[in-house]
């Protein structure tokens, strides 16, 4: 592992419908949730939600149900995917830290929007998939389970609004900090 000190907490958010996409539409990274947490402490600092403007979808209702993300907000405050990912290396450090999320749906996703955009990956190859560390480590569940039944099963309070990145970030700090200390 690299800076095991602090690691970096990543949840992203994508546009999404309740069936298939649009004709020429496609899920697309509109939310980067980050925050830094350090390893020892669980303390979590730098915590911010970088909007991104989709190209090649739109948000739709449903989306906007489950996230509370609106086009006009990416519109009026989401920047390029290219420039998230600068946001991510210059700010966060984020090619030479750790990093963490819940399940491998960020990697993937971030992996082959990367490609898609023909840009720099923008995260070092150490990465903790805390879904499947909870799996192993709780005494009861044993299998791979969402985010807020982890959190209620430590009897931990969901912060903030579930499937926004900038909360949910926070959210998979409390439950990898509490993944760190059954080692």
């Given at each position: 592992?690299?800076?095991t000190e602090n690691i970096l907490i990543i949840d992203l958010?994508?546009?999404c419908w309740d069936s298939r996409p649009p004709r020429g539409q496609e899920s697309?990274?509109?939310e980067i949730g980050l925050c830094i947490m350090n390893a020892a402490t669980g303390r979590i600092s730098q915590n911010e939600g970088i909007l991104v403007k989709p190209r090649y979808s739109t948000v739709s209702p449903f989306c906007t149900?489950?996230?509370s993300l609106t086009q006009k907000m990416l519109d009026e405050e989401g920047v390029m995917l290219?420039?998230?990912l600068d946001i991510l290396r210059a700010e966060?450090?984020?090619e030479n830290l750790t990093w963490a999320s819940y399940g491998n749906?960020?990697?993937n996703m971030l992996q082959s929007q990367a490609r898609r955009f023909n840009v720099d990956y923008p995260l070092s190859d150490d990465h903790i998939n805390v879904k499947t560390l909870f799996g192993q480590l709780h005494p009861t569940v044993r299998k791979s389970v969402g985010m807020a039944r982890a959190l209620g099963e430590l009897n931990m309070k969901l912060e903030g609004t579930h499937h926004r990145g900038v909360d949910d970030a926070k959210n998979i700090a409390k439950i990898l900090h509490w993944c760190?200390?059954?080692a």
């Open positions: 592992m690299k800076t958010e994508a546009t697309e990274i509109i149900e489950l996230t290219e420039d998230a966060y450090d984020s749906y960020d990697l760190l200390n059954q």
